[in-house]
């Protein structure tokens, strides 16, 4: 038995420019517009998502990052305060 797929219609208004663009690249590709548009979403939009959540720093970054959270120090006043009200308020 072969799973029905659902899709979803997505609209954008273009530049003729732009549209002649993909157009000739989806033809290069051998591709029809939408399998074009397709591919190159899910080429880009993991790799745009991924910069969003990850961070990459050097071993010195990393280091200084270990040092700057070692370091024994006390919460602020302000802090100290803004907690005491959320105790109060149940959070």
Known sequence: ???KVNYERLEAKISP?????????????????TD???SLIKTDAPKTLKAQTEITL???????FLVICNRDRR?????????????KEGF
């Open 75 to 87: 919460p602020s006043k302000k802090i100290r305060e803004a907690a005491d009200l959320l105790d």
């Open 58 to 64: 050097t071993n010195e970054q990393f280091d200084n």
């Open 36 to 38: 074009y548009l397709v």
């Open 17 to 33: 420019e732009t549209k002649k663009l993909a157009e000739r690249a989806a033809l290069v590709k051998e591709m029809t517009l």
């Open 1 to 3: 038995m072969i799973a």
